[in-house]
């Protein structure tokens, strides 16, 4: 068990490109969240899986953000056509279905710098 | 609604010296209640939890947070504190819907001088 992994863990883009993220999560957890944290501020939820299956989405992904889990393994999230407020920390967590309430394990984030 | 207040944004503390950090939440049932810690540009990691029993939980690092339904609080505390615990604090509120996400405050960032 390496934990869950995120890549790539820094990412400069210029506004108006499109970035791709990816999580890898602890291989025997169904549940994977996406949250997003920027400066000075909480996590804040983005969306989650079941497995392959997108469960909830909160009404900060907007229709530039779209989250995959092919396979229920690792995850992507894609933001396109990007703008200076999406720069954040893009932490991804995974748990067991079973063991959400014993708390997530977070990965260390990937942070993105849109200039 | 599911909130988190963490009202101090930011404490010093002398290396040694005990520690307390506020968390008041609402929340419309019985919480799922955590503390994470953030170190500079990584992931956050799971000091405690409360679900419910023993109001006063531990975890790791030496930390401990006492659960009071009538202040709808649960702070944080540690009687010693180390140079290494200087980090960010989130306090989080689990919501018991079909997702389960976490609700957290905006964070006390700690500084601990020696």
């Known amino acids: 068990d390496t934990g869950v992994s995120q890549d790539p863990r820094?990412?400069?883009?210029?506004?108006?490109?499109?970035?791709?993220?990816r999580c890898d999560p602890i291989s025997e957890h169904n549940r994977l969240y996406w949250y997003r944290q920027t400066l000075g501020q909480g996590p804040e939820f983005l969306t989650y899986f079941q497995?392959?299956?997108?469960?909830?989405?909160?009404?900060?992904?907007?229709?530039?953000?779209?989250?995959?889990?092919?396979?229920?393994?690792?995850?992507?999230?894609?933001?396109?056509?990007?703008?200076?407020?999406?720069?954040?920390?893009?932490l991804c967590a995974?748990?067991?279905?079973?063991?959400?309430?014993?708390?997530?394990?977070?990965?260390?984030?990937?942070?993105?710098?849109?200039? | 609604a599911q909130s988190v207040t963490q009202p101090d944004i930011h404490i010093t503390v002398s290396e040694g010296a005990s520690l307390e950090l506020r968390c008041n939440y609402s929340y419309g049932a019985t919480p799922y209640l955590f503390w994470y810690v953030q170190s500079p540009g990584q992931g956050?990691?799971?000091?405690?939890?409360?679900?419910?029993?023993?109001?006063?939980?531990?975890?790791?690092?030496?930390?401990?947070?006492?659960?009071?339904?009538?202040?709808?609080?649960?702070?944080?505390?540690k009687p010693s504190v180390h140079w290494?615990?200087?980090?960010?604090?989130?306090?989080?509120?689990?919501?018991?819907n079909t997702g389960n996400q976490f609700y957290f405050g905006t964070g006390t960032s700690l500084t601990v001088i020696p």
Not at chain 1, 60 to 75: I, V
Not at chain 1, 101 to 108: I, K, R
């Open chain 1, 10 to 21: 820094h990412k400069i883009t210029k506004r108006g490109q499109n970035v791709t993220f």
């Open chain 1, 94 to 115: 995974s748990s067991p279905r079973e063991g959400v309430w014993n708390g997530y394990t977070f990965g260390s984030g990937t942070r993105l710098t849109v200039v």
């Open chain 1, 51 to 90: 497995n392959e299956a997108q469960l909830e989405k909160s009404r900060l992904l907007s229709d530039r953000f779209s989250a995959e889990r092919p396979k229920g393994s690792f995850s992507t999230l894609e933001i396109q056509r990007t703008e200076q407020g999406d720069s954040a920390m893009y």
């Open chain 2, 44 to 77: 956050l990691q799971l000091l405690l939890k409360y679900f419910s029993g023993d109001t006063l939980v531990q975890g790791i690092k030496g930390f401990e947070a006492e659960f009071k339904r009538s202040q709808s609080s649960f702070n944080l505390r």
């Open chain 2, 84 to 96: 290494s615990d200087a980090a960010e604090y989130f306090c989080a509120v689990g919501a018991r």
